[in-house]
């Protein structure tokens, strides 16, 4: 069954400081890995999208990594500011027996920065 | 930017209303989506459509119905709404071929 999952599921960190979100997937046969910004009460917003050949993807104070033999993934946050406060979304896209992509996506995993 | 416009924020409705969901897109994607997002579930899509008047069940269709008549707007039906219908419904598009997926702000649906 495809899976995906991330750790921690909440963190609490002050304001400036670095962070490092995982998410460790099961789903075969792999197209791309993205990550997904939502906060509260809005639609997730995309950060990063990474295919199996990249290691690695930044966007601004966000960097994704990606191993692809190990399936894991992770993005860092770098120099944390209040506004960085969301669940943060693995989706993982599986390619469908017949074409076409599926979506797979983690639980989140909530963020907060504090002063 | 490509836009994908959810035509409520929130919704409270009563047992066993109908109740529709809209929702449109700007860029002439071909694919279209409706999820729904409770807590610690995620997001998991209940109906897609790849052209007008397609449409394909996604793992939680039960309780729903779609329509797709012209390729910009992809509606989400509830039949008789349940309490247990309560949640926060995103719609999103895509392009064929291409990576880039984009979600609405959401509509968050209360059923009393």
């Known amino acids: 069954k495809n899976q995906v999952e991330q750790s921690p599921q909440s963190l609490i960190i002050l304001e400036g400081k670095n962070c490092t979100l995982q998410?460790?997937?099961?789903?075969?046969?792999?197209?791309?890995l993205r990550w997904y910004k939502q906060d509260t009460g809005r639609g997730p917003v995309s950060l990063t999208i990474?295919?199996?050949?990249?290691n690695t993807k930044s966007n601004g104070r966000y960097t994704a990594t990606l191993d692809a033999d190990t399936k894991q993934s992770s993005l860092h946050i770098t120099a944390s500011q209040l506004s960085d406060s969301a669940s943060y979304i693995c989706?993982?896209?599986?390619?469908?027996?017949?074409?076409?992509?599926?979506?797979?996506f983690g639980t989140g995993t909530q963020l907060k920065v504090e002063l | 930017d490509v836009k994908v416009t959810q035509s409520s924020r929130y919704l409270v409705k009563r047992t066993g209303e109908k109740v529709f969901l809209e929702c449109v897109q700007d860029?002439?994607?071909?694919?279209m989506f409706w999820y729904r997002q409770d807590p610690g579930l995620g997001l998991r899509l209940i109906y897609f459509?790849?052209?007008?008047?397609?449409?394909e069940k996604g793992d939680i269709p039960e309780g729903y119905s779609v329509s797709r008549e012209k390729k910009e707007r992809f509606s989400l039906i509830l039949e008789s709404a349940s309490t247990n219908q309560t949640s926060m419904y995103l719609c999103?598009?895509?392009?064929?071929?291409?990576?880039?997926?984009?979600f609405g702000s959401g509509t968050r649906l209360t059923v009393v």
């Open positions: 999103a598009s895509s392009p064929t071929g291409r990576y880039g997926y984009t």
């Open positions: 998410c460790n997937y099961t789903v075969s046969p792999f197209s791309n």
């Open positions: 990474m295919t199996f050949s990249e």
């Open positions: 989706v993982v896209s599986g390619i469908l027996t017949g074409g076409g992509n599926k979506l797979t």
């Open positions: 860029m002439d994607h071909e694919n």
């Open positions: 459509s790849y052209d007008v008047k397609m449409k």
